[in-house]
């Protein structure tokens, strides 16, 4: 802990309160991830990673999310595009705790192009996550009704 030594004003110790500058080892490990890398787009970083550690393409972080995962999430078309087409991302691989695809997050997230990529490449629009919710429930559930229409018409 550190502390900054700013007073502001007499008797003032706001800045006085130490600030921790801790990470945690899940932290550290995943700002060095290939899921970080692809939640930021970085296709460069995802291709160094795979070509220095092929098993990796297949990894997950502390909680399951697979690069996949973070670029469906953070609605990066190309970045999905680029994984998929690499074949060494499983389309329905799911989270640990809650079960969830790339599918959820790209529905829940309103992310209606990564969606139809996903189920091109044979995403399951049938697979619940945790609380018993598909992927469309959770468009639905976030007002993305256009998503949850074309994920219900493949029931």
Not at 61 to 72: N, P
Not at 74 to 96: H, R, Y
Not at 98 to 125: K, N
Request: glycine share 8%; charged share 20%.
């Amino acid at each position: 802990m550190i502390t900054t030594g700013w007073v502001h004003a007499e008797g003032c110790s706001c800045c006085q309160r130490p600030v921790p500058l801790a990470q945690s080892l899940d932290e550290i490990a995943f700002e060095r991830s290939i899921q970080k890398a692809a939640a930021m787009g970085n296709r460069q970083r995802v291709k160094e990673i795979i070509q220095r550690s092929p098993q990796q393409a297949y990894s997950q972080d502390s909680s399951g999310y697979t690069a996949l995962h973070y670029a469906a999430k953070s609605g990066d078309i190309e970045m999905c595009s680029w994984l998929l087409a690499l074949q060494a991302f499983p389309v329905n691989a799911t989270t640990k705790g809650g079960v969830s695809t790339a599918l959820h997050r790209a529905a829940a997230a309103g992310h209606m192009e990564i969606v139809r990529l996903l189920l091109s490449y044979g995403a399951d629009a049938t697979k619940e996550d945790a609380e018993g919710n598909t992927a469309a429930v959770k468009a639905s559930i976030a007002g993305y009704h256009e998503i949850e229409e074309l994920l219900s018409q493949g029931k």
